[in-house]
């Protein structure tokens, strides 16, 4: 599944991944959980994703505290603050990273809403990542007053996706076409603490 969505985002053209962005960018700007949030763990967006670029300046231009990750090397995600488009370098895994100091992989519990990558979600919120567990172990870490919210394109957006015990579900989605709130039925899986 990873590989057949990996191929279908590289073949998006340029000009429909912007408008996925805009789209996404505006979607989630009025989201009221986000419009109230003081602050935001957000990730910067690379290759094929929707992109995020505009939405994290638009959402630190209006005064939420936005948090964005750090690779830590043992798998861990640690998170630091977004201080504007010249507050980013290349990190690992052609990432760009965040500038300021880090603030330690607690500081996702302190935020009221997370925006996660993901290749695809489920109307369960169950999420295929991209990978490498770094958002699964991140998301251990989430109360259940944070809104966490996966992006992705309207058409990966499924009725089924694949999980497993530590897979950590979502509790929303944001498309280009809108944002939905997802149930947390008999057939959640992972540790909705
Ligand atoms: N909480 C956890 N503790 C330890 N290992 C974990 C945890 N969560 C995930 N992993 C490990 O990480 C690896 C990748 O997990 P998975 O396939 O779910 O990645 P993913 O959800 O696509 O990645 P990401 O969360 O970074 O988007 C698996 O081998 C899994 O066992
Ligand atoms: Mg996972």
């Not at 700007?29 to 505009?54: H, K, Q």
């Not at 919210?149 to 996706?161: C, H, P, S, T």
Request: aromatic share 6%.
């Amino acid at each position: 599944m990873r590989t057949h969505i990996r191929h279908a985002r590289s073949v998006i053209p340029s000009l429909e991944q912007d408008q996925a962005s805009s789209a996404i960018r505006d979607v989630l700007l009025t989201v009221p959980e986000l419009e109230m949030a003081s602050s935001i763990a957000a990730y910067v967006s690379v290759g094929n994703e929707p992109g995020t670029r505009s939405l994290l300046f638009a959402l630190w231009k209006r005064g939420s505290y936005v948090l964005l990750p750090v690779v830590r090397p043992d798998g861990e995600l640690d998170w630091a603050s977004y201080e504007g488009p010249d507050s980013l370098r290349e990190g690992p895994y052609g990432l760009l990273e965040p500038t300021e100091p880090v603030r330690g992989v607690d500081a996702i519990k302190a935020t009221d809403v997370v925006l996660v990558p993901a290749l695809a979600v489920d109307r369960h919120g169950r999420r295929l990542g991209r990978g490498g567990g770094f958002y699964d172990r991140a998301l251990a870490r989430v109360g259940p007053a944070i809104l966490t919210v996966g992006v992705v394109y309207d058409a990966e957006f499924l009725e089924e996706v694949p999980a497993e015990p530590h897979d950590v579900p979502v509790r929303a989605v944001a498309t280009p076409s809108g944002f939905h709130r997802l149930g947390t039925g008999p057939g959640n899986v992972g540790a909705v603490p």
